[in-house]
């Protein structure tokens, strides 16, 4: 042991005159801007999907109700309230929120005599609440996909000379990537009209469980193979993942799971339906809400009798959309399974010709009235009466049924909805045919941003050639000395709507255009025919506005007749399903009283 | 000069089964409990002694005073959930669980973490070396009455934690090695704010060569004790600065590269004498080349890029049926996590092996027999156990 | 590996190995054969390392799975080996005697899956629980969840809502 080794450390004592490194005041030291503290929650951005909930993994965070936050579309309400004395500061529940309105102030310091202080929602009185300081997740999240998967379409110059069907269907690989992505908080199912379980036939297709994806499907909905390809898909505009990305692609997962089960299976799953009632119920119109409501009467054991006008079923969905968005052999398998519950379908049967409004009433218990909307309307300006004008829904219906339709080299459509969409791409589709050529002007009242058609028609149409001018308002159809059709003359638009919200379109008539053309389609809007119902019965029901009234259990003003659909309702194939499915039920509450009175 | 012998005369006899046959109530043997609230220890942990005059004849380790039961919790949460708590199993050095946690999911999911991520985990394991290590010079010190080096380290690990809290937004837990990368990129000037605290850490570190190393006190209460056999280091699965202060230049960082180790300079300390001084001084070199590292890290890490691959939705992570194990060099040696899955989105076992569960259990409790009382503290703290990792 | 795997594979009555990354392998091999099988790795192969010695609980097949983790540092090879025996009657071999510091791991394993190696040391000694009568409660079958609510009480005043279902409440109660 050296001198050195004893006398070294004594050389420490330098140290004794420093200023000490403790800080004086650790309360209140603030923490690094990223610091994970109390959380911090923007409420009108939550919308209480409870992925937070969901993630963390200390039960800490219990959805509640929170005054002055309701319920609406794509969004449940709720908040989340933190319980403190679980929370372990990990910030999971930041990096899976759905819409990023969850972060964490850099705030640690809290003394509170009361325990149960600690349990509170954030975002409403806390001192930090709006702090910018704190934990945010770095970029978009990332604990749960961003992207939609890709679906494969058939390319433009491919599909514009036919009618095949464009959107190719996932595949299994990219189905259960696509149905990763979802968070299965169920925001869309208040949103979607029949209500459908999709977070639960999404997990359906995770787990490759097919079987129990059809179950699920025909649970609120007899027609997949149509909602899969052509449904309005509300439910993906309130889904959680659009906050930050793409929503879930759910109307593409639910033809996934009807893709992957074959028809014969579909009959053996849903199974056979109940004894049969003795209970007879016509329904007129052989429509998605006429045989939804078949569907589940004749499951409930009651005879069901569809009667239809045209020659065969589907109404809309098979005379409306045109066949390269829905195969009719799709739409086929559809209504193949309801017919396979012992539903009959009278087609070609008018009723009013061929068969009388009171001899339905007279040999069945109840009569369901779901006749659709099928005549076109017009837009009566000057010129539209005579040749070379005519309506989408008509020449729809045409092409359909296989006739030959009247066609131009430039036609101009009038509308901005998704039936003239329909029509426009179907000529188009004709004219490449006869012309080799695509020649059509779209004009629309409102202006792109407010397009009534879904975006993705608006997309696909103009990839066809389908020339769109917005905000056009139609003054007249222009005529030569012979009669013939010219042209369509319009204005510019500078409002739809008045003050009051009605229906006044007001025009910059400084701004004229003509758009060229030899034909003109109008589609515009369309009305139910209620001629079937006959002079008597027209008078004996009330109405509301042109439609027959009915009530919140779609029952009429007559105790017999009952009415669903596009013609009291509307405006998509999946409310004219939940319709059908309300009728139903309805009908077969009357038949169960009626029993009991017996 | 004064140097403890144990007297083996003192033992009693061993039984038929080899255990040693003490009889208390001779009066000749004490029982001593050192722990588990003892300055001499480090984490909630005791050591049962039996003592004969100031000569220990037997010790026994006991852990179960934080036991949570981990890796039972583990079996129970999802793939993502697992992550907030793995960091939990060590306090001090809580990085490598997740870094390994991180990694076995990886592996059995088949994902890779961006390069970005892979420099960001080299460097916040070495952060956490650095700051386990400042606990052990600190904690060496305080177990031969050297007070000052405990509150010296303290503070420099405290200004490392604030380096963790700007980074990682926590200073002990710091839950940022996500399976898949990690959360986040360098804050703007962290690279000048970390050189402070290396040059301050430096600074310090002279004055701990100064009042510890070269201290005779320190030196004689410490060379010559607790010398482990090189030959034990097998048996006993010695691993990390242990086996290091033997001659043995075990790191697996060197021996089984991971992250981006292959890519940075750096050298194994070693020493050859295997006792306390000797992983004493084979911590201390260590810490410098930590301090290296960081540094070097900083200076080639790429500057920007994604911090994390591409994850499936972690609300419903399943991962195929496989079994994995993932190793690194913590401050202690071989940190692991051997991850079993079956399919499900939970683990079916998760294991974790820390270098404690056999340095203070077989080898502590071969060690201790012969040993003065109060080289015992000494003798335990140089081994560098964190309780935790034993009774996870 | 695969060279030592083919040299062992007869000798043993090896399972396939399963490679994974780096020097990592895994390979199955019958109770019976596991102290030749370790003996062989440790003194011929340089295999000296034992890293951890555990269990997984494989309930559904009646089985435990014995993991042995040994690692040839000199040429940075890791190799489990995994013995699968009965779960009603469990029991292993000791190798404490190969390597002193598995006594440790066997002890644990009595305790917390309830697994015996007779002839290890001080097997029976607590070792992490103190007074445990329940299961041993690492195995699958002891729920920790129901033992946590017996045990300790929930502090009352906690409720939550299912978005999904409080839509329903709020927007829709008779389900259209």
Known sequence: MGLREVLTPFTVWKHVFDDPVTIKQPIGRPAAERYRGFHQNDLDTCIGCGTCEAICQNGAIDMVAVAGYDPEKGNSGLKPQIDYGRCCWCALCVDVCMTGSLTMSNEYTWVDTDPDAFRFVPGLEEPWKDDEEGYEREGKRVLSGIERIHMEEMEPEARIGNFDEIVAGYSRAEAILEADRCVECGLCVATCPAHMSIPDYIAAVRDQDYDRGLQLLYETNPFSEVCGRVCTHKCEGSCAALHEGDPIAIRWLKRHIIDEVPFDRRIELIGQPAEPTGRKVAIIGAGPAGLTAAFDLARAGHGVVVYEALAHAGGMMRYGIPEYRLPYDALDRDIGVIEAMGVEIRTNCRVGRDVTMDELRRDHDAVVLTIGLHMGRSTRVPGTEGAGVEKAVDLLRRITDGEKVPLAEQIVVIGGGNVAMDIARSMARLQKAEFGKVGITLTALEDIDHFLADPEEVVESREEGVKIFDARGPQEVMRDAEGKVTGLRTWRVKSIFDAEGRFAPAYDQSDERVHAGSMVIEAIGQAADTSLLGAALTEALEWNRGRIKIDTAFRTSEPWLFAAGDAVKGPDVISAVADGHRVARTVMEKLAAREVAQ | ?392 | MRDIHALLKQRHRLGPLEPRKGGLAFVTVPRENLRGLLLELRDTHGFTHLVLLTAVDWMEDGLFQLTYMLNNRGRDLTLGIRVMIDREEAQGDTIHDMWPTAATYQRELKEMFGIDFPGSPRLDEEFILEGWTDLPPYRRDFDSLAYSQQTYAERPGRVTHDPREYMKSKLYPDGV
């Open chain 2, 1 to 392: 000069m004064f140097s403890f012998k144990p007297d083996r005369s003192q033992y009693p006899a061993p039984g038929p089964d080899g255990k040693l046959q003490i009889d208390l109530e001779t009066g000749k043997y004490l029982k001593l409990w050192q722990g588990p609230n003892h300055p001499g220890i480090t984490g909630n942990m005791s050591v049962e002694l039996t003592v004969c005059g100031d000569e220990v004849v037997e010790g026994k380790t006991h852990v179960g005073y934080l036991h949570r039961g981990f890796e039972k919790l583990m079996e129970r949460r999802t793939f993502i959930q697992v992550f907030p708590i793995v960091c939990r199993v060590c306090v001090p050095e809580p990085d490598f669980n997740e870094y390994c946690y991180a990694a076995a999911v990886e592996d059995l999911a088949g994902i890779e973490a961006p390069e970005y991520a892979q420099w960001m985990r080299t460097l916040i394991l070495e952060m956490g070396r650095f700051n386990s290590y400042m606990m052990f010079l600190g904690g060496i010190g305080g177990a031969l009455g050297l007070g000052i080096t405990g509150q010296w380290m303290t503070y420099v690990r405290d200004l490392m934690l604030d380096r963790f809290e700007e980074l990682t937004g926590a200073r002990i837990y710091h839950m940022f090695i996500l399976p898949g990368g990690v959360r986040g990129h360098l804050p703007e000037g962290f690279e000048g704010r970390m050189e402070e605290v290396l040059d301050t850490a430096e600074r310090y570190l002279a004055d701990i060569d100064r009042v510890m190393f070269s201290n005779s006190v320190f030196k004689t209460r410490t060379k010559g004790v607790g010398v482990i056999d090189p030959a034990l280091f097998e048996p006993y699965g010695v691993t990390g600065p242990n086996a290091r202060a033997g001659g043995v230049a075990k790191d697996l960082r060197k021996d089984s590269p991971y992250l981006v180790y292959d890519q940075l300079d750096f050298e194994v300390a070693t020493a050859t004498d295997s006792d306390i001084f000797a992983r004493a001084t084979v911590r201390r070199a260590d810490v410098q080349t930590s301090i290296d590292l960081i540094r070097q890290i900083l200076k080639k890490m790429p500057k920007t890029g994604p911090a994390m691959a591409k994850i499936p939705n972690v609300l419903h992570w399943k991962i195929p049926r496989g079994e994995t194990y993932i190793k690194g060099e913590c401050s202690r040696g071989e940190y692991g996590y051997y991850l079993v899955t079956d399919g499900t989105g939970y683990p079916r076992r998760i294991n974790v092996r820390g270098p404690s569960y056999t340095h203070a259990m077989a080898l502590l409790e071969h060690l201790i027999p012969g040993t003065n009382i109060s080289d015992v503290a000494a003798l335990m703290v140089s081994l560098h156990t964190y309780p935790p990792e034993i009774e996870r």
